[in-house]
């Protein structure tokens, strides 16, 4: 009978090469020619099907008119799949064609399909999710150093019942390291296309809403500067569901609606939900 064969002792065994998760290399996306097809995809193919499906309306661009050039990291809320070709078909076209997404590793990396799909689709680069991963870290942050743009959630996943997750420091981090500015977005009615855990499409309106350019304030730490992010973020939907003096008022006296929504039982979470 033929045995598995075993290696032999006192000899090093070479290091295993993993092609699958933050190891996948994404590089080749990034290259002229690939580059040329996707910004085909992304303005023949995905802008029509988000138009079709989900009729965007875009505020706040005017918000950036002042970058003129270098890279920035776009934090936004996420509850759907549809997020990142909305996000992406509304970016300003200086950024459109030159900004990457950093995706879920152990989701859009988990096999070398997968993987390729997704790099290519929407420039994705694998990202550490479940805990600290410098890898993934040094790739975002080597990205933003050459002039790439990037999209960040800080949730870190999907929101499984409408309201917002506890944000990460991962833009922060990125904005202090490379000294590249955060614009916090806020994305409404993707959930209502797709929600987390449903398979199709319901078509619906949704609304992108572009921040304010933000970095890190003198005497302000990476942690502060994450919490000033989500707050941010916060006004915006605020913004969404009211109107911009409104949201602002609120802001100033510190009583803006929280992301995460009240600490109560799903159900009464559900209802309260803004419709």
Request: hydrophobic letters at 40%.
């Amino acid at each position: 009978m033929f045995r598995k064969p075993t290696w032999p002792g006192g000899v090093e065994r070479p290091p295993v090469e993993r092609r699958t998760g933050v190891e996948f290399p994404t590089a080749w996306a990034r290259r002229y020619p690939v580059r040329l097809a996707r910004a085909v995809v992304v303005d023949g193919v995905w802008r029509p099907i988000v138009q079709a499906v989900a009729t965007p309306g875009v505020r706040g661009v005017d918000r950036m008119a002042h970058l003129t050039e270098g890279p920035v990291v776009f934090a936004a809320n996420h509850s759907s799949h549809v997020d990142t070709p909305l996000l992406l078909t509304a970016l300003p076209a200086r950024y459109r064609h030159r900004t990457a997404v950093a995706a879920a590793a152990d989701y859009f990396f988990d096999t070398r399909w997968k993987g390729a799909a997704w790099a290519f689709a929407i420039n994705a680069v694998p990202t550490e999710r479940t805990k600290a991963s410098i890898r993934s870290m040094r790739l975002a942050a080597d990205l933003l150093d050459e002039g790439w743009s990037l999209v960040i959630y800080p949730e870190g996943g999907r929101s499984p019942d409408g309201w917002g997750q506890e944000h990460r420091a991962g833009a922060a981090w990125l904005s202090n390291r490379t000294g590249a500015p955060v614009v916090p977005v806020h994305i409404e009615g993707t959930r209502r296309i797709m929600r987390k855990g449903r398979r199709g499409l319901r078509p619906s309106p949704t609304t992108v809403t572009f921040g304010a350019p933000i970095t890190l304030a003198e005497g302000e730490d990476v942690r502060d500067f994450a919490v000033r992010i989500e707050r941010e973020i916060a006004v915006l939907a605020d913004e969404q569901g009211t109107d911009w003096w409104s949201a602002r008022r609120r802001a100033a006296d510190g009583t803006t609606p929280p992301l995460q929504g009240p600490d109560v039982g799903a159900w009464r979470r559900s209802w309260s939900l803004p419709r």
